[in-house]
């Protein structure tokens, strides 16, 4: 009674209902859904601004949607259903309804989402949602919270939870554990899942067993899990997540057995009755596993190819789980209940992943690296760390612009760990700290690292921390806009000591002059430092004096502090510092104000000092700095280059600076 009360009629479709369906009308598809409505439906009609249209599952529709055009105007007219849902969205037909869709992420890939107003990714659950979710579930609190406590430990675990249909499967594979065995033991903990296909392994298999009393053991199921893989690999690999009576007979499924009614639910009435897997990633699964139980080489290459060339995503999580069983301790969990499974098909497999990951780094990114994101899934499913060491090796990884989930970043971190020194950019990931915490493992081995752009805040300092206090080959660390500033922000400057870090960037980060004791700290004690890059701050304050200090006996070279809030009196404290460093090349200063009657002191100093390149764009300089700028270059033996652009110069001082400059020629001097 509160939200969307605009609304007269709400019209729900599933996409998986629509398939079924020809040429069509627009009424004839309200009216088979809400047959009452017959008497009434041109005057509904007749009021679209009412109206609201729920299409749910795009992923799982068969008709082609093109959004980028849309002809139909009429609801009388029949047409496919892509033209119907087409024509509603770009208001071609119905000018002023709502519509809503849903949809899997993988099939947005190959969608113009442009025509849509607003785009929201579900981020499934937050860790209050989990706990409550767990909760709920076990009803028992011991079992709760000995259950939550485990996959808390448990990075990959605990990352799958924001996926509620996950979160529901990890809950029923610890509630079948802790029923068969009460006490929590190391050989439980090893044995419960590392991955997807782990997890569906366990849930499956604990299924099998429940149900092993029931049936004439592992042949019986072997049986059904063949004739039921086919089907689901068929509808996978068309699209089709709803199977009638003549497919479960052309397919050879027979219905009479416990098993079934485990794996597949029926809806319906006879003679019109339907099934569909419990859940779509469960037929994914099935579809994978059939080819390990019923192995054929051409059967299985033809599969791979088609499934390569859906551009909407259809086979991405079957190609997952096809890699996670070439694992062979993930296969052995199935053997007491199927029987061997193949360690060709793993081979088959594995040599496709070989070949995919070499054709994926020589051809050109057409998804931002999405591609290859997809591929390191397969590579963590497989959990083959030679076969990824074999596959990425020493190549450096590029994951910038592409959104990065926990889960993501639990993979990425699996694969990073089988690198060697090696440059990761992950500018403009969105990780923030819960995926920064599920990549700390992996970047102990890392030689250049990017992670611009994140969201990352102080409370990510004492993770940021560890990964370079830990990490001997880490020689470039880019900060940079994230949002450090405050109580945690020393803990990675104590790191930045012990470092062997060469370049550091923190370019808008929203510093203090109350961070200047801690970047001081840091930079004082750290013998390998050359670049730093504190630009964007706001560094003005008492405290500016200390990080001056420091940079005498540090042995940096290129320093940023370019539109960091400093006016002429930090001068004084600048003017310390570049006098008494010998090591310093390059200093830009440019967008402070530093116009005053302390500039002369920064301009003195810079006759004693080895800088060869001083930026000092947009500093409000006048012409009554000339006279200090002209015996600072004058004096330099080593500047080399001076940039002036955007201050206000023009007076009669002017001709010093210029005089000065006269007898030399070989340096760039921009006015």
């Given at each position: 009674g509160k939200h969307y009360q605009r609304f007269a009629f709400v019209f729900f479709f599933r996409f998986r209902d629509l398939n079924r369906l020809g040429e069509v009308s627009l009424e004839e598809i309200i009216l088979q859904q809400y047959p009452y409505l017959e008497g009434q439906i041109g005057d509904i009609l007749e009021d679209p601004e009412r109206l609201l249209f729920i299409f749910d599952g795009l992923d799982e529709s068969i008709h082609q949607i093109d959004f980028r055009s849309s002809k139909l105007s009429n609801p009388k007219q029949r047409t496919d259903i892509g033209e119907i849902v087409v024509s509603l969205v770009r208001q071609s037909l119905l000018k002023g309804c709502s519509v809503l869709m849903t949809s899997r992420p993988t099939r947005l890939g190959?969608?113009?989402?442009?025509?849509?107003?607003?785009?929201?990714?579900i981020m499934g659950f937050l860790q209050r949602d989990r706990r409550i979710f767990f909760n709920h579930f076990f009803g028992n609190e011991e079992w709760s919270e000995k259950a939550f406590h485990y996959v808390q430990e448990n990075d990959t675990l605990y990352t799958f939870c924001y996926i509620p249909a996950y979160c529901w499967i990890i809950c029923t594979v610890l509630s079948m554990c802790f029923r068969a065995q009460p006490t929590i033991t190391d050989q439980l903990m090893t044995s419960l899942p590392k991955t997807v296909t782990q997890l569906f392994v366990t849930f499956v298999s604990n299924i099998l067993a429940n149900h092993s009393q029931n049936t004439d053991g592992a042949h019986t199921a072997r049986e059904l899990l063949t004739s039921m893989g086919w089907m689901a690999e068929h509808g996978v690999m068309n699209h089709m997540i709803v199977f009638d009576e003549r497919h479960l007979e052309s397919f050879s499924v027979r219905n009479d057995k416990h098993l079934f009614s485990s794996f597949l639910m029926e809806s319906g009435q006879p003679p019109d009755v339907d099934y569909t897997f419990l859940h779509l990633t469960l037929q994914e699964f099935f579809a994978a596993l059939v080819h390990f139980i019923d192995y054929d080489a051409d059967r299985l290459q033809e599969?791979?190819?088609?499934?390569e060339s859906y551009e909407d995503g259809r086979a991405e999580i079957f190609l997952r789980f096809l890699c996670g069983f070439s694992d062979s301790t993930t296969r052995s969990m199935l053997k007491s209940h199927v029987g061997e499974l193949s360690t060709q098909a793993a081979r088959h497999v594995i040599t496709w992943i070989r070949e995919k990951t070499t054709k994926q780094r020589s051809d050109k990114p057409t998804r931002g690296n999405r591609d290859l994101l997809n591929v390191f899934y397969y590579l963590h499913e497989s959990r083959n760390k030679a076969l990824v060491s074999q596959c990425i090796g020493s190549n450096n990884i590029d994951f910038s612009n592409v959104p990065l989930s926990p889960l993501d970043c639990s993979v990425l971190s699996f694969i990073l760990q089988s690198c060697r020194e090696i440059e990761v950019n992950l500018s403009s990931c969105n990780i923030e700290s819960k995926g920064l915490r599920q990549l700390i493992p992996a970047l102990h081995n890392i030689k250049s690292l990017g992670l611009d752009r994140n969201h990352l805040t102080d409370s990510s300092c004492p993770h940021l921390a560890s990964v370079i206090r830990n990490n001997p080959t880490l020689r470039t660390l880019d900060l940079s806009h994230n949002n450090l500033e405050g109580p945690h922000f020393g803990d990675l400057m104590a790191a930045l000591t012990t470092s062997r870090i060469e370049e550091f960037q923190l370019v808008g980060n929203h510093l203090t002059d109350s961070s200047c004791p801690h970047l001081a700290s840091g930079i004082r004690n750290n013998p390998t430092l050359r670049t730093l890059d504190l630009s964007g701050n706001n560094l003005e304050g008492p405290h500016f004096r200390d990080l001056m200090a420091a940079l005498t006996t540090s042995r940096i070279e290129e320093l940023h502090l370019d539109n960091t809030h400093l006016t002429d009196s930090s001068c004084p404290h600048l003017a310390s510092?570049?006098?008494?460093?010998?090591?310093?090349?390059?200093?830009?200063l440019s967008g402070n104000n530093?116009?005053?009657?302390?500039?002369?002191?920064?301009m003195a100093a810079l006759t004693t000092s080895r800088i060869e390149e001083l930026q000092l764009m947009y500093t409000h300089l006048t012409d009554s700095s000339c006279p200090h700028l002209a015996s600072g270059i004058r004096n330099n033996p080593t500047l080399?280059?001076?940039s002036l652009s955007g201050n206000n110069l023009e007076g009669p001082h002017f001709r010093d600076l210029m005089a000065a400059s006269d007898n030399k020629l070989d340096r760039g001097i921009t006015v």
């Open positions: 190959s969608v113009n989402t442009d025509v849509f107003q607003r785009i929201v990714e599969t791979l190819d088609k499934a510092g570049i006098r008494n460093n010998p090591t310093l090349r390059t200093l830009n530093l116009e005053g009657p302390h500039f002369r002191d920064l080399r280059t001076l």
